[in-house]
């Protein structure tokens, strides 16, 4: 016996039983080369679809883009860049001749940034009353840096509009360098302060020189798409509307340039340019397709059409197409929402209901992340078309009351573009002061108030002084 009992006999077949051992099994054959073959067939698959799917996206991309102009460098954005660095800013291009920052005048503005955002904050943020006076170390920044800020203003009045480079094709290469244009942000700040702190000088003529700058400035990066040029444009418009509403006898081309600004909403603008260029650069990510000449051998060609047709890459390009039109169609959600009778919660809801195909499906957090993060944008979009309305409409009454002299008695309720379906309603007081509010009281909290009431009552605004010469201004 052995260790664990007594020995086993060999297993004994019948000669049935061996013959039914070796017999071919088709069917285990099959699942096994199906097994090795399901990566490549369903490779196969993937880019048999994704060259279905993008002969139409390919072509929306290509007409989209085919809109975008080139932009290139000019004489005066580089003029403005010099002009900048003394302030301590950054350059927002390189130049053969390298610009030089002004290190004392860098570490001064850092000083005061954000006493600069709080302010700029506190007073655009306001629908109607007086502007508050420049706090001291704002006043003292801008006593002390006045004659560059000056020379900008006039560079932007008298010379070309200043053109930074952008060109949407060589945007999708990873060593282009992106936009961001903080030196134009930071710039827009000083000269926002500056039309401020003469506003409280009572020199109404500066006033609206530095704010014609301000609108040459901005028109630079108006006509790009990216988002954050977008952004900026949608910043610093809110705010120079915001001030204008404050003043008095204010020029007439303002009103037709508000009602302009109110009717688009730049950061949706940019987001669908991002859209498309994140398109672009997936598709261009990876290496071309290998392509043979029309002498080549059958090798040659049957090696390039297995590295064509059964490519790793044709799924993660098709993931991007995916995700591309996901967001188009998150777009085209938004497109048909009313900022006024859609609060942002429901906006999230909505666009968290357009998913990714199945086999492309995110997250659940990161699909509300992406919810979110699209409808606060929009959000804001929408108030900020808002803001700008408002203010042109005040621009407008005002100068009505400029010819008559007083405040209309009444005045027909106003549609508004921004929230079709509203109107803003005109309320003349007994005390000779108006108030012009949105029908609609907005439901999304922190929504900014959107009522404004004129303090004090406008006869006794002051004529403005006699005009002064100014700079030429060869642009409107």
């Given at each position: ?409 009444s005045h027909a309720p106003i549609a508004s573009i921004a929230c079709p379906g509203e109107t803003w309603i005109y309320t003349h007081h007994a005390d000779n002061s108006i108030t012009l509010s949105l029908s609609k009281t907005l439901l999304t909290p922190g929504a900014i108030p959107l009522t404004y009431r004129s303090s004090p009552p406008y006869p006794h605004i002051a004529r403005p002084s006699p005009r002064k010469p100014t700079l030429p201004n060869h642009k409107q």
């Amino acid at each position: 016996m052995g260790a664990y009992g007594p020995p086993r006999s060999p297993l004994k077949l019948t000669q049935k039983q061996r013959e039914r051992l070796h017999r071919p099994r088709p069917v285990l054959f099959c699942i096994i080369v199906g097994l090795f073959c399901s990566p490549w067939l369903a490779l196969l698959g993937i880019d048999t679809y994704l060259r279905q799917q993008q002969v139409k996206t390919n072509l929306q991309a290509d007409t989209f883009f085919d809109q975008i102009p080139v932009h290139t460098s000019n004489a005066s954005a580089e003029h403005i860049d010099r002009l900048g660095a003394q302030l301590g800013l950054s350059p927002n291009a390189d130049y053969a001749n390298p610009v030089i920052i002004n290190g004392r005048a860098a570490r001064d503005f850092a000083a005061i940034e954000t006493a600069i955002n709080e302010f700029l904050h506190s007073q655009t943020s306001k629908v109607s009353g007086p502007l508050d006076p420049l706090p001291t170390e704002l006043e003292s920044y801008i006593r002390t840096y006045q004659p560059t800020i000056e020379e900008i203003e006039n560079a932007l009045l008298i010379r070309e509009t200043p053109r930074w480079e952008m060109d949407s094709a060589r945007m999708t290469q990873p060593d282009y360098p992106p936009p961001g244009f903080f030196n134009i942000r930071s710039l827009q700040k000083l000269l926002l302060l500056s039309a401020m702190q003469a506003h409280q000088q009572g020199q109404t003529q500066k006033v609206f020189s530095i704010l014609e700058a301000s609108w040459q400035l901005n028109k630079t990066i108006t006509d790009r798409s990216d988002l954050s040029s977008q952004v900026l444009v949608a910043v610093i418009s809110a705010q120079r509307a915001s001030i204008l509403r404050h003043l008095n006898h204010t020029p007439t081309q303002w009103q037709s340039r508000l009602r302009s600004q109110s009717q688009i909403q730049p950061i949706m603008k940019g987001i669908v340019f991002e859209t498309w260029l994140r398109y672009r650069i997936s598709q261009n990510a990876w290496l071309p397709r290998p392509t043979v000449v029309a002498d080549a051998n059958l090798g040659e060609k049957l090696s390039a059409m297995v590295a064509n047709r059964f490519s790793l890459q044709s799924y993660y390009k098709l993931i991007s197409l995916n995700n591309t039109q996901t967001a188009h169609r998150t777009l085209e959600q938004l497109s048909g929402l009313n900022v006024c009778t859609t609060p942002q919660i429901t906006a999230e809801k909505r666009l968290a209901d357009v998913k990714p195909a199945s086999w492309n499906r995110e997250r659940s957090g990161a699909s509300e992340a992406s919810a979110f993060v699209m409808a606060k944008r929009w959000q804001i979009a929408g108030m900020r078309s808002l803001s700008i309305e408002l203010s042109q409409h005040v621009l407008q009454l005002k100068s009505q009351a400029q010819a008559q002299g007083a405040w209309p008695i009444s005045h027909a309720p106003i549609a508004s573009i921004a929230c079709p379906g509203e109107t803003w309603i005109y309320t003349h007081h007994a005390d000779n002061s108006i108030t012009l509010s949105l029908s609609k009281t907005l439901l999304t909290p922190g929504a900014i108030p959107l009522t404004y009431r004129s303090s004090p009552p406008y006869p006794h605004i002051a004529r403005p002084s006699p005009r002064k010469p100014t700079l030429p201004n060869h642009k409107q």
